[in-house]
């Protein structure tokens, strides 16, 4: 209830909502899982996960954010982020071992549910900020909090469709969309568009759809670096400096381009802006941010992870791959358009979205209904 009720309710009106309840949920769930001793075996879980190419690439991340901190200019945070990452990391690797094999349906009805609640407290509370009569909420708390319930709209979304409730998975991405559209900023409609375009389709044309993003996301990573050079011939001419953030980018790589291979150290990207040592017209984006702080090693390692990660989704149930295509579409949009990508909120966000799938996932187990056996007949019909 606190994964799929409380936090995305909260999200909208609390800033550390998010930070402060994923845990409290988890080690709940750990805790029952104890007493419960229903897990699955751990060392069966760790030689089938461990040895993935995503998991593997994402492995040499984390390996690689820790020793950038070796040159980070900004040690102490940099050192501080990192610990947070990676408490925050073991804590929801831990969820998914222990989260129950088979999850119930009543359990899964939570997601819609308080998706459709905090769509409908969301509705409300853009419509008090617009009159002003709500002047209490933060609209960057409130627009994080949009952001998160574009993100979990999806699993809702995969496990209503999976059971056969299409219309009411409808009924709540509509809802969600029309709330998003009436936000304070613009970023939780673009994502939820692109997402929405991306679930339509994936439910015609799942293969297709699976193999682009499996190459899109990748490429764009790593070929990031060549759009300040492409696009420099077209920025003179563009009224406002539009281009100019592109133009910082380019000016970065030509004064130091060894820094392409090592990266400057986590954390580096927003220390810099405040320091003045970054203009602030640099690129705000995922595509920047992971080539400034961790180079050419991260940016692979995480072009590799995303690129399993969407093969993984492809091998769940038919019915959740249109859902997972949505929420990767969606994380992946955000990320492009600003939203930074090692604060902890989002970071959290992520996992919580991840452990909710897993839910709906296991909870798939069952493709029909069992058949009644009628004792006296069953007893008949072995004597004949």
Same mark, same amino acid.
């Given at each position: 209830? !606190? ?9 909208? !009106?609390? *800033? ?44 040499? #991340? ?12 900004? #040690? ?23 989260? $129950? ?21 969301a509705a409300v509370i853009a419509f008090g900020m617009r009159a002003g009569m709500i002047t209490w909420i933060d609209p960057a708390t409130f627009e994080r909090g949009l952001v998160v319930l574009v993100m979990a709209v999806w699993p809702a979304v995969a496990w209503l469709s999976s059971r056969g409730r299409d219309a009411q998975a409808l009924a ?11 936000? $304070?900023?613009?970023?939780?409609? !673009? ?10 389709? %994936? ?29 420099? $011939? ?15 980018? *380019? ?21 810099? *802006? ?11 984006? #995922?595509?920047?941010? !992971?080539?400034?702080? #961790? ?19 492809? *091998? ?5 791959? $249109? ?9 992946? %949009? ?32 069952? %493709? ?17």
């Open positions: 209830m !606190i994964l799929m009720i409380v936090i995305p309710v909260l999200a909208l !009106i609390s *800033r550390r909502s998010l930070v402060v309840l994923m845990p409290v949920a988890l080690i709940l769930i750990i805790i029952a899982s104890l007493i419960d001793g229903a897990q699955r075996p751990i060392g069966r879980v760790n030689r089938a996960f461990v040895a993935s190419p995503p998991v593997l690439a994402t492995l040499v #991340l984390v390996i690689w954010v820790f020793l950038s901190l070796i040159w980070t200019p900004y #040690l102490d945070p940099a050192l501080s982020r990192a610990i947070s990452i990676l408490a925050t990391g073991a804590l929801g690797l831990a969820g998914y071992y222990l989260l $129950p094999e088979r999850m119930r349906a009543a359990n899964l009805y939570l997601i819609p549910v308080g998706v459709a609640l905090a769509a409908v407290l709540v991405a509509g809802t969600v969309g029309i709330v998003a559209l009436g936000g $304070p900023g613009s970023l939780p409609m !673009i994502a939820f568009v692109v997402g929405a375009v991306v679930v339509v389709l %994936t439910t015609g044309f799942p293969r297709l759809v699976m193999s682009v993003l499996t190459v899109a996301a990748p490429v764009l990573i790593v070929a990031a670096p060549f759009a300040p050079f492409l696009v420099a $011939p077209f920025g003179a001419g563009v009224p406002g400096g539009m281009l100019d953030g592109l133009g910082v980018w *380019r000016q970065l790589i030509l004064d130091d381009p060894m820094r392409l291979v090592t990266g400057h150290g986590l954390e580096a990207a927003l220390r810099a *802006r405040v320091t003045g040592e970054l203009s602030w017209n640099a690129p705000n984006s #995922l595509l920047f941010e !992971i080539w400034y702080e #961790l180079g050419l090693v991260g940016a692979v390692s995480l072009a590799i992870a995303l690129a399993g990660a969407v093969r993984a989704a492809g *091998r769940r149930h038919p019915a959740l791959v $249109p859902g997972g295509m949505g929420a990767f579409t969606s994380a992946f %949009t955000l990320g492009l358009f600003g939203v930074a990508t090692t604060q902890m909120w989002w970071l959290t966000a992520l996992i919580v979205i991840a452990l909710v799938f897993v839910c709906v996932a296991r909870g798939q187990y069952r %493709t029909k209904r069992p058949r009644v056996l009628v004792p006296g007949l069953q007893r008949n019909t072995f004597e004949s």
